[in-house]
């Protein structure tokens, strides 16, 4: 579909039935975004990321954002759709978070290279995970936002990471090498950084008062299709 850009007003939010990837300027590997774009994936870029999208020899559902590093706008706007949102308020990241709905939604290139952009990215994650069903994916970890209890399979020895986006006491872990049982966490404090499988069923359980709190289940990247598939 070929359309010029859009105000705010003209048709958003975009509905897609499947996933999307928002791609944004960071390290992405052209290779994962055509293996993502050969399994039905949406790839979406937000601003710059549309480049990056084309870089890899693939054409964007849409580019989003104030479009201030977008290379070749008009370019863009003869072959996808393009929405131009002037405000300054939100990163692009968020543009594309409130401007779209899509069943599971995969972020790459927000994080690595400056860390100023990886904070605004899990500010961003932390402000959507409620609402979404949000993947940072980075050159070698997939991070799940999860909310709530969460289980997987896991294979003995395999990497199991949390990180308490805000204060979060869980009440009971199965399947890990160091139990989550009683357990506060939180950003400056305890952190659940590189725990393990023990091989089997995974399951971590926030307590009941900390159900609706984000948290990160960071595990290696090849568990990507995995999770994705599990969260579908």
Do not use: C
């Amino acid at each position: 579909m070929q359309e010029t850009s859009v105000t705010a007003a003209d048709g958003l939010p975009i509905v897609f039935e499947g996933p999307i990837a928002i791609v944004g300027g960071g390290a992405v590997e052209p290779q994962l975004l055509a293996a993502l774009a050969a399994r039905g994936v949406a790839l979406v870029g937000a601003d710059g990321g549309g480049d990056v999208i084309g870089a890899a020899g693939l054409v964007p559902a849409a580019i989003i954002g104030d479009l201030d590093s977008l290379a070749d706008r008009a370019g863009w706007e003869a072959r996808t759709r393009v929405v131009h949102l002037a405000e300054q308020a939100t990163t692009d990241f968020q543009k594309v978070l409130y401007s779209t709905r899509a069943p599971v939604t995969l972020a790459l290139g927000m994080t690595g290279k400056r860390l100023d952009h990886t904070l605004a990215a899990l500010s961003a994650v932390l402000e959507y995970a409620p609402s979404r069903r949000l993947l940072l994916v980075d050159e070698v970890d997939v991070a799940f936002a999860a909310v709530g209890a969460f289980a997987f399979d896991a294979a003995a020895g395999e990497r199991v990471s949390l990180h308490p986006l805000e204060p979060i006491d869980f009440s009971g872990s199965t399947g890990l090498d160091y139990p989550l049982d009683g357990l506060h966490l939180a950003p400056g404090g305890m952190l659940g950084t590189s725990n393990a499988a023990i091989g089997g069923r995974v399951e971590i359980v926030p307590a009941a008062a900390s159900m609706g709190v984000p948290w990160l289940l960071i595990l290696d990247k090849g568990r990507l299709w995995d999770l994705m598939a599990a969260l579908r």
